[in-house]
Nanobody, 128 residues
Framework: EGQLVASGGGLVQAGGSLTLSCAAS????????IVWFRQAPEKEREAVSCIRGSVRSTYYTHSVRGRFTISDDNAKNTVYLHLNSLKPEDTADYYC?????????????????????WGKGTLVTVSS
């Protein structure tokens, strides 16, 4: 059974940075699309970024392009989301999820695509 453990959230001032980690186990990490979602209070969940290591495919939602960077470490089965130039509107619970054997282009086209595994959220709070 696949598992994902997200960590790294916290409180940061606007303009600051955080790095979130998503440690995966129990499935073919390299060929899965690992997706970071976020959900703010009273807002819909959105796919923020995605990476698929086997083909070096990535995706970023428009509002974070140029500020967030996704990376992976196959030796550690871990995906990182580097959050820079944070804004108060980035405040949300951040979740990582995995979809087996699909590309990030699928997630980019359909944010409701069914994920196979979900981790618990890590809260990011950006103060103004």
């Amino acid at each position: 059974e696949g598992q994902l453990v997200a960590s790294g959230g916290g409180l940061v001032q606007a303009g600051g940075s955080l790095t979130l980690s998503c440690a995966a186990s129990g499935f073919d990490f390299e060929h899965a699309a690992i997706v970071w979602f976020r959900q703010a209070p009273e807002k819909e969940r959105e796919a923020v970024s995605c990476i698929r290591g086997s083909v070096r495919s990535t995706y970023y939602t428009h509002s974070v392009r140029g500020r967030f960077t996704i990376s992976d470490d196959n030796a550690k089965n871990t995906v990182y989301l580097h959050l820079n130039s944070l804004k108060p509107e980035d405040t949300a619970d951040y979740y990582c999820a995995a979809a087996l054997n699909i590309d990030c282009t699928i997630v980019a086209a359909d944010q409701n695509y069914g994920m196979d595994y979900w981790g618990k959220g890590t809260l990011v709070t950006v103060s103004s």
